[in-house]
């Protein structure tokens, strides 16, 4: 059976304006502020749902062959968070490039992509992450830039999504999860979707944001 799925980004503020402004100005800034036109990507997909409540159920559930134009849709628990549907993929191919988004993170999160780094596990990677990072999370902050700054750049911006999209020798993909990059006990939603359009559609939103703060390989 195929359906068939729109993803869309409807009246996305222009964030390459983001400036961290008092909450008490911002309608009157908004007022003020470009919006992009509507923007969708349709695909044909096969999709499979499975439900997990370990990190090991998660990678026995989702498979080890991914093909072309699948969607693996899942609802998990326990000690799932947004990494363990990296691991998913890592464990089929190494990446040339990924890029992940996320409003926070936890310093084992940071420590665990500087180990796939140093591995060769991934090879570039750009993090977006939300305003409240730098501030509320200094220590991990500052250990992600000194991680990431030889093999990308970190934006910062008014960010909430929770996404992940690179490639490696054998398939493009986009993850998209409702938890941030941290273990949560809570139910959590997750999708990885096989293809290079899906890839396409994440990269090209990221790489046009222009947040505060940004920091990029020189």
Same mark, same amino acid.
């Given at each position: 059976?195929?359906?068939?799925?729109?993803?869309?980004?409807?009246?996305?503020?222009? +964030?390459?304006?983001?400036?961290?402004?008092?909450?008490?100005?911002?309608?009157?800034?908004?007022?003020?502020?470009? #919006? *992009?036109?509507?923007?969708?990507? /349709?695909?044909?997909?096969?999709?499979?749902? !499975?439900?997990?409540?370990?990190?090991?159920?998660? +990678?026995?559930?989702?498979?080890?062959?991914?093909?072309?134009? =699948?969607?693996?849709?899942?609802?998990?628990?326990?000690? /799932?968070?947004?990494?363990?549907?990296?691991?998913?993929?890592?464990?089929?191919?190494?990446?040339?490039?990924?890029?992940?988004? #996320?409003?926070?993170?936890?310093?084992?999160?940071?420590?665990?992509? =500087?180990?796939?780094?140093?591995?060769? *596990?991934?090879?570039?990677?750009?993090?977006? /992450?939300?305003?409240?990072? &730098?501030?509320?999370?200094? #220590?991990?902050?500052? !250990?992600?830039? =000194?991680?990431?700054?030889?093999?990308?750049?970190? /934006?910062?911006?008014?960010?909430?999504? *929770?996404?992940?999209?690179?490639?490696?020798?054998?398939?493009?993909?986009?993850?998209?999860?409702?938890?941030?990059?941290?273990?949560?006990? !809570?139910?959590?939603?997750?999708?990885?979707?096989?293809? &290079?359009?899906?890839?396409?559609?994440?990269?090209?939103?990221?790489?046009?944001?222009?947040?505060?703060? #940004?920091?990029? *390989?020189?």
């Amino acid at each position: 059976m195929t359906v068939k799925i729109k993803l869309k980004r409807a009246s996305v503020t222009d +964030l390459t304006n983001n400036t961290q402004e008092p909450i008490e100005k911002k309608d009157a800034a908004l007022k003020k502020i470009r #919006t *992009k036109p509507a923007e969708a990507y /349709v695909r044909k997909q096969k999709n499979i749902y !499975r439900r997990a409540f370990s990190e090991t159920q998660l +990678l026995d559930a989702v498979g080890i062959n991914f093909e072309e134009d =699948e969607s693996y849709h899942c609802l998990t628990g326990g000690d /799932v968070d947004a990494l363990s549907f990296l691991k998913v993929v890592l464990r089929q191919q190494d990446l040339d490039y990924c890029l992940f988004s #996320t409003w926070c993170m936890a310093m084992d999160d940071v420590l665990q992509f =500087e180990e796939w780094i140093k591995s060769g *596990k991934i090879k570039k990677l750009d993090a977006f /992450v939300g305003e409240i990072f &730098k501030g509320s999370y200094y #220590t991990e902050y500052t !250990r992600l830039k =000194e991680i990431i700054e030889p093999v990308g750049k970190i /934006v910062m911006f008014r960010n909430h999504s *929770k996404v992940f999209a690179g490639y490696g020798d054998k398939f493009h993909f986009g993850i998209e999860t409702s938890a941030n990059i941290n273990t949560n006990p !809570r139910t959590e939603n997750g999708c990885i979707t096989i293809g &290079k359009g899906i890839f396409d559609f994440y990269y090209d939103f990221y790489q046009g944001i222009k947040g505060f703060g #940004t920091t990029k *390989k020189s």
